[in-house]
């Protein structure tokens, strides 16, 4: 009896014990080089490949992951442009406290930033080829839904009546499309993250900026961080064309003689080094980061970029003002300018609004469409995609 009375009790503790079994506590401590700050280190917990919790290091470099359920974790130490340390197989008991002592997060040297940018946007096309990106995120086939589209309404209400579908150049403008905003990208990720290294990141990035993030909305920030950008690409637009050196760049775009919405991604890849600092000027000024949603945006440009080079006529109506159009863009290519505009009209990228304000805007009498694009001698100019790309790079 006695021992029957001792299993029970037995059997009761073990059951409540596990009934009551707390999760278990990881907390340490991040290490680093001599007179780096340890904040911001990021540690992950994951299990079984998902990622289960995370959490930041406070200013000493020490963090505390409570109420683990128990379990074999790996853990993940990341923070911007470091290597970060994996520590395999992590046993978190019941109610225990795994105490991790000094744990050493170093910087990334410069070939390794390049390494690791570089590959992680070859795997950010990956991803968005094999659709394992979120479909509002998926850039790659997004922009073809958009060129899709705009292909569409070309087809549908043709301005130039008898311009073909598949028209000059149609080809080198879809493989520019892709070159621009894929390939390139993978290219230069590396570079771009050594500049941003070398200024001091995303820290300087958030210190310098006059808004706080917060305290607007984040659609109204959105619309501002858009406006903000769409001038300061239109300031860059000018710039290309009023300094011979840019314009040589610049020219690729403009050798564009049958127009259409391919043609708006026709550019040469050092437009975007051009574009570049400014932008990210104006980012770091405004808040320090990219609003949340950029991708909308960013669609939204592509539509808009599209649209301003298609062969359909769109004027917006009294929105043109506000929105650049078909109609004010062709004229920008056009080859033959008004007498004392020299330098260029309607430079517009989404808004024409900027045109109106520092009038260079001009719209034409008629409006058929018909006129000859270009620029003087582009009879010589080379046809293909290396000729262009060296082009930028010889003088006239
Ligand atoms: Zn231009
Ligand atoms: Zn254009």
């Known amino acids: 009896m006695a021992t029957k009375i001792t299993l029970f009790i037995i059997a009761l503790m073990m059951f409540l014990s596990s009934s009551f079994a707390q999760g278990g506590s990881i907390a340490g401590k991040v290490l680093e080089e001599p007179n780096k700050a340890r904040q911001n280190v990021n540690v992950t ?115 130039r009546k008898d311009q073909k579908i598949i028209r000059k150049d149609f080809w080198l403008d879809a493989f520019y499309m892709f070159f621009n905003f894929f390939i390139f990208s993978i290219v230069i990720a590396g570079v771009y993250a050594v500049i941003e290294k070398s200024l001091g990141g995303v820290d300087v990035m958030s210190s310098i900026a006059l808004f706080d993030k917060s305290a607007l909305p984040n659609w109204a920030f959105l619309i501002v961080f858009f406006i903000v950008n ?16 840019l314009w040589r760049f610049h020219k690729v775009h403009h050798s564009v003689q049958e127009m259409g919405f391919a043609a708006h991604l026709r550019y040469h890849w050092m437009e975007n080094i051009f574009y570049k600092p400014l932008k990210t000027f104006a980012v770091m000024i405004l808040v320090g980061a990219e609003p949340e949603h950029a991708f909308f945006m960013h669609f939204f440009s592509i539509l808009i970029g599209h649209l301003n080079h298609t062969n ?72 293909g995609f290396f000729g262009q790309l060296v082009s930028g790079f010889k003088k006239d």
């Open 45 to 159: 917990l994951k299990l079984e490949g998902n990622v289960e919790e995370e959490v930041s290091t406070d200013e000493n470099g020490e963090y505390i992951i409570e109420n683990v359920e128990p379990g074999t974790y790996l853990i993940e130490f990341t923070r911007e442009y470091c290597k970060y340390e994996k520590i395999d197989s992590v046993l978190v008991s019941p109610g225990a406290s795994l105490i991790m002592e000094d744990v050493v997060v170093t910087e990334e040297n410069f070939f390794e930033t390049i390494s690791r940018k570089t590959s992680g946007t070859w795997n950010w096309v990956v991803s968005m080829s094999t659709l394992k990106t979120p479909w509002n995120q998926n850039y790659l086939y997004g922009l073809i839904l958009v060129s899709l589209l705009v292909l569409l309404l070309e087809i549908a209400f043709p301005w």
């Open 230 to 245: 769409d001038f300061v690409q239109w300031f860059t637009h000018v710039m290309l064309h009023k300094f011979p050196l």
């Open 312 to 383: 359909v006529r769109i004027t917006w109506g009294p929105l043109k003002y506000v929105f650049n159009n078909s109609v004010m863009h062709l004229y920008h290519h056009a080859k033959e300018l008004p007498a004392n505009r020299a330098n260029g009209v309607n430079f517009g990228i989404s808004l024409s609004i900027w045109d109106y304000i520092f009038k260079k805007n001009y719209i034409p009498q008629d409006q058929d469409g018909s006129y000859v694009l270009g620029f003087e001698g582009i009879d010589n100019y080379p046809k």
